[in-house]
């Protein structure tokens, strides 16, 4: 049974920084796409950062130069480094991780565009709280 489990979440002041991990277990990133998505109180989930099945990452225009997503295949752990963070940022972050390569959305990049159906494997959510 698939399971991601996401640690790294806190409450930091503006301009601070943290990063996410989602540790995997029965799945290895390398093989197909996975991403970081959001969700602000009240409002719906967003991807904020992808890496699709060729390893290409994307950004929501949002993060896009202050947070980096990255993969260690030894750990098997997909990583969000959030840099310069604002409270804006305040949200639920969850990693999410599509089964196969085949089911990678391949017109579009994931962040900012996928959808919620394009992956089939979700962690639990970790809560980022910026204060300014």
């Known amino acids: 049974q698939v399971q991601l489990v996401e640690s790294g979440g806190g409450s930091l002041q503006a301009v601070g920084s943290l990063r996410l991990s989602c540790a995997a277990s029965?799945?290895?990133?390398?093989?197909?796409?996975s991403g970081w998505f959001r969700q602000p109180s009240g409002r719906e989930r967003e991807a904020v950062a992808g890496?699709?099945?060729?390893?290409?990452?994307s950004y929501a225009d949002s993060v896009k130069a202050r947070f980096t997503i990255s993969k260690d295949k030894a750990k098997n752990t997909l990583y969000l480094l959030m840099n310069d963070l604002k409270p804006e940022d305040t949200a639920m972050y969850y990693c999410?991780?599509?089964?196969?390569?085949?089911?990678?959305?391949?017109?579009?990049?994931?962040?900012?565009?996928?959808?919620?159906?394009?992956?089939?494997?979700w962690g639990q959510g970790t809560q980022v709280t910026v204060s300014s």
């Open positions: 029965e799945y290895t990133y390398s093989t197909s796409c």
């Open positions: 999410a991780a599509a089964p196969f390569r085949a089911y990678c959305p391949t017109t579009y990049p994931i962040a900012p565009y996928a959808r919620l159906v394009d992956f089939s494997y």
């Open positions: 890496t699709d099945g060729d390893g290409t990452a």
